[in-house]
Every structure is written in C-alpha cells, then in structure tokens.
C-alpha cells in the first residue's frame, strides 16, 4: 500500500514548477531513494534527514521533505513537540522566481 501511495503522489508532481512534498510518509530515506516513480518525478530527498519517531525518543526516519530540482533546502530540522507521536520538522528553503507563465 506504501509503495502506491508514493506512485500516486509521484504522478501528480508537475515537472513546470516548483515543488515542495512535506510529511510522514512512513518510510525510511533508503527506501524513498530507491522508489522508482519518486526518482522519476524528479523530487529529491536531503541527504541529513533528522529522527522525528517516536516524539519521546526519535530512533526512526519517517517524516520528510522531498524538492523539485531548484528548490533548495537551506536547513531542514525536527523540533521539540509533546503533541504528537511524530517530531514536527522546520525547513527554510529557497525558491526560485517563476519564469514560466502557465498557471
């Protein structure tokens, strides 16, 4: 069931614009790496992704942000939280000006 989730998100990444996909997708960073429609969709995941599972003691990789290429992810970390299971991540990125006119 993962592995269709990613491929429908996959699918809905336009290659025109800038792209930014943030949440638990519940998989560990090799194993985005290695899905074939994530690495055709042309998003990519940071190399350092922080431990955000679970939120008491982070041991696991679930929650990401994965960019279009000329997103730019300047620091990307997960930060203190007592609400839920999962650590919420910060990300400051950089974004390009759109040059293209299609909505």
Known sequence: GRSRQLDVLSRLVPRWRPVVLVGDLNSEPDALRRHPQLLESGLRLQEQVPATFPSWRPRRRLDH?????????????????????????AVELGIPLRQDRRA
Do not use: I, N, Y
């Not at 942000?65 to 919420?88: F, I, K, N, T, Y």
């Open 65 to 89: 942000v994965l960019v279009s290429p000329g997103v730019r992810v300047h620091e990307l970390v997960a930060l203190q939280a007592a609400h839920s299971d999962h650590l919420p991540l």
